[in-house]
């Protein structure tokens, strides 16, 4: 089995993520490549310091330049602010180096769109964090829809909502700044990616983005609150979508519905190990949704446990994502969701908030 020498750019709160998924992926995969957590970069040379002795990496640094550049860093995690993401991505594959970016993927289209030209230009893979579409329970339901097992769509309803800036009184904070920052920029993308993962490209839509708690304690708010849009998916399926932070009691809102002429799919990440399946087939007394828990005939369950319904967790969604990205490397071949898939999520956020703005639908193609 070969090593493999991982940086990681941050090591806040995803950063960790990474670093702990990076340290069991080989247990638990029995990957071919097996990661070596090489060094990790922070803001100050104390907290990568910090991070260094916390997570078991070689060393550190405080300058993302020196992990990039450094020749025993052969693969690099970007879990730092979006602003962070283009010169490190640029400067990785400029050095041929396969490169896992957390979302959204830049600060901007703009920005996702020069990180995808790079990426392809050098042929080097790339992959974009998108952990939540990654449970057991939403592979299953892919597989299902692309199965036809509940016919031709013709509806999707997703949200992501939680409430951690619901209390008006909550302080301002990097996150009250900055549209990257956002609901749109942090929640959104992550329904949006499941969105074109369950049924494919969206053709158009209609939004509303708002901020509801203009002011908080220590600041303005300079960013978006909640959203929420309609739109008319390529297949011809309908959908609709919501977005917030400001959503009380909500703690890991990502849920969808999605309505086919033989079945429907429901699923709610706050109970992550269970699917919601209705056929329409059999006698009518007899139908109704099947609660269906995740178990070892579920994608990348058995791995974690051999007992039906006894479940995985947030940060099993980050190894199975170390899991791709190291098997993407060994293959020399890029998995979904790739710096494009990115892209094309942050293309639905620009039309979002221009429809916003101008109050009219917006056409994806035209971003």
């Known amino acids: 089995m070969a090593e493999l020498g991982i940086g990681i750019l941050g090591g806040g709160y995803m950063g960790k993520a990474h670093a702990v998924a990076m340290s069991a992926v080989g247990a638990v995969f029995n990957t071919d490549l097996r990661p ?16 260094r002795k916390a997570y078991g990496f070689a060393r550190a640094t405080a300058h993302w330049q020196v992990l990039v550049n450094d020749p025993k860093v052969e693969a690099i995690v970007i879990a730092s602010p979006q602003g962070t993401h283009r010169a490190a991505a640029e400067a990785a594959f400029a050095l041929g180096k396969p490169v896992f970016c957390e979302k959204p993927l830049g600060a901007s289209l703009e920005d996702s769109r020069a990180m995808v030209a790079a990426a392809e230009a050098s042929g080097c893979v790339n992959m974009v964090g998108f952990n939540y579409i990654r449970t057991p329970a939403s592979q299953y339901a892919r597989k ?19 409430d951690f800036l619901a209390d008006p009184q909550s302080p301002a904070t990097w996150r009250t700044t900055g549209m990257a920052n956002g609901t749109m920029g942090d929640l959104a993308p992550h329904m949006i990616n499941a969105a074109l993962a369950l049924l494919g490209p969206i053709k158009r839509l209609i939004a509303e983005v708002e901020t509801v708690h203009a002011k908080r304690p220590g600041g303005s708010v300079t960013n978006d609150d909640h959203a929420q849009l309609m739109c008319r998916f390529e297949s011809g399926a309908m959908g609709q979508m919501y977005f917030s932070r400001i959503s009380t009691g909500r703690k890991m809102g990502y849920a969808y519905e999605v309505i086919g002429t033989k079945g429907a799919i429901r699923f709610d990440q706050e109970d992550q190990n269970a699917l919601w399946l209705y056929i329409a087939d059999g006698p009518e007394a007899n139908r109704g949704f099947t609660k269906i828990l995740a178990g070892p005939a579920h994608p990348d369950y058995l791995s974690f446990c051999q007992g039906p319904g006894h479940g995985t967790g947030y940060q099993d969604q980050i190894i199975i994502e170390a899991k791709d990205f190291l098997e993407a490397i060994h293959k020399g071949q890029s ?33």
């Open 144 to 162: 299902l829809i692309a199965s036809g097992a509940i016919g031709d769509v013709t509806w999707f309803r997703g949200e992501h909502s939680e």
């Open 36 to 51: 070596r957590l090489e060094m990790v970069c922070a803001t100050t040379a104390d907290s990568a310091e910090a991070y």
């Open 335 to 367: 998995i979904w969701p790739t710096f494009r898939d990115g892209m094309l999520v942050n293309q639905v956020v620009a039309a979002a908030i221009a429809s916003s703005t101008t109050k009219t639908w917006a056409e994806i193609a035209a971003f």
